[in-house]
């Protein structure tokens, strides 16, 4: 029996097709024709006021740290249980992560801890919707608008999700999505930023420019293109836009195929729940979510350890992640901690993925069966 991957990357079948393309097209720097179609999709299907494709979720948030000003010193209150991304976007500019913990049910950010972890220093809010599930929303919005900070959606797993019917990475300022391989819908590499609030598009697209105002030239907005501005060059060139195009068309099919593999995880798992003998995700009333990932909670540490073993004999490959960034090496250089991070600790210790591409649906039996049988 074949080995069953824990991740395979999705092909629609369009990908090269639109390559070619471009290639006949002869634009092959940024912002040509797929890229303005990418951008059109990603603001008609979040509501974002701008759209702006990046080679990465982390060049996405990095951008985000420049357009919210984060200073030498400011801090950024975000949960330990990420992607390092999350945290190096805001080292980067000098500024300090401070975590609080996570809430047991969806492994998000605790909404109810934030506002203690607030200080004369803190400009940022950082909710990161892990597998696709999203924050509390309504809370964290409610605590920046009365303190005055600026929240950053860490949505890089969120696309195609929503929280009380607005697409995640919509509702803050700013919200950052990826389209790397591991992700729902993929370019190898790639990112987008949304900008929600218009008061950061200008600069966004100057940012992204290298400091220029090269795309209001090209608009015809002003007569000559010069520096302006600080700036990198976040975007990427049109063969992965072209690629990442034919992706989009087929959003909606890739959700609700990855939707259906999650859902008979989760109807198959069950019974196993109801033994006490792992615990499922939860997603909370009003969320719809992407089905980015399924995870299940074992007992302890060597439980995972065995099971990942166990699964890995009968031809099954899973995973888990995080190293919590607060006790990580960088992260205790540069980030601090605010209270106790007993769930961050506890149920990353305890968390295993299972594979989820689509295409698994003929495999995902044997999943389940080797499961059962490593338990
Ligand atoms: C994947 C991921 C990132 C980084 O995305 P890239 O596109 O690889 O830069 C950041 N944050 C989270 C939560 C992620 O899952």
Redesign the pocket.
Known sequence: MNPIPFNKPFMTGRELWYIAQAHTNGHLSGDGSFTKRCHRWLEQNTGAARALLTH???AALEMAALLAEVQEGDEVIMPSY??V??ANAFVMRGAVPVFVDIRPDTLNIDETKIEAAITARTKVILP?HYAGVACEMDTIMDIAKRHNLIVIE?A??GIMSTYKGRALGSIGHMGAY???ET?NIIAG?G?ALLVNDPVFAERAEIIREKGTNRSQFFRGQVDKYTWVDIGSSYLPGEVIAAFLWAQMEEANNITARRLALWDSYHAALAPLEAEGRLRRPVVPEGCTHNAHMYYILLDSLEQRTEAIANLKRQGVNSVFHYVPLHSAPAGRKFSRAHGGMAHTDGLSERLLRLPLWVGLEEEQDRVVRALKEAL
Do not use: I, L, P, R
Request: charged content about 20%.
């Open positions: 990465s979720c982390t990420t992607f991304s999350t990161v860490d890089a797993q990826s389209f790397h992700k590499e990112g």
